[in-house]
C-alpha cells in the first residue's frame, strides 16, 4: 500500500461546521483537494491517507469518502482496435486507531489491451471526505 502524506496533496480545502445531533453538538468537517498518485503500471496499487483534524476515538462517529480520476494519460502505440482502463474501487473513509485521524484508503486499477504498446496512467485524483465527530 502507497502512503500519501500532505506532500502528494494540491489544493487541501477544510470547511467545519457545528451541527445539532439527536444525542449532542457535533462538528461535520468536509474536505476537499487533490492527490498526486503517478500510478501507471499495469494491475493495482492500494493507497492510504490521512486527513482532516486529530480526534479521541470516542468523539469519532462517521466518516465517507470518495474518490474520482482528476488526471488520466493514455497513449497508443498505434494498435488497432486497442483500448485503456482504469478504475477506483475499494474506497473508504475510516477511523485509523494508531494515526487519530480519518485514514482515506482507495485501489486504482489500470488495464489495456496490449500493454507492448499501450500505456496507461493515473497522475491525480480528486478527493471529498466528510467527517462527523462529537464536540
Not at 53 to 69: E, I, M, N, Q, W
Request: with cysteine.
Amino acid at each position: 500500500m502507497n502512503i500519501l502524506t500532505d506532500a502528494n496533496a494540491q489544493n487541501m480545502q477544510q470547511f467545519t461546521v457545528g451541527v445539532s445531533t439527536s444525542g449532542a453538538p457535533a462538528l461535520l468537517t468536509l474536505l476537499d483537494g487533490y492527490l498526486n498518485v503517478n500510478w501507471g503500471q499495469q494491475g493495482g496499487q492500494s493507497y492510504r491517507y490521512l486527513l482532516g483534524p486529530a480526534l479521541a476515538h470516542d468523539k469519532f462517529v462517521r466518516a465517507s469518502g470518495t474518490v474520482a480520476f482528476a488526471s488520466v494519460i493514455a497513449q497508443d502505440g498505434a494498435t488497432p482496435n486497442s483500448w485503456v482502463q482504469a478504475t477506483i474501487t475499494n474506497c473508504q473513509a475510516d477511523w485509523s486507531d494508531e494515526a487519530q485521524q480519518v485514514a482515506l484508503q482507495f485501489e486504482i486499477t489500470t488495464n489495456r489491451s496490449d500493454p507492448n504498446s499501450l500505456y496507461a496512467g493515473v497522475t491525480l485524483v480528486a478527493y471529498h471526505v466528510a467527517i462527523l465527530a462529537m464536540v
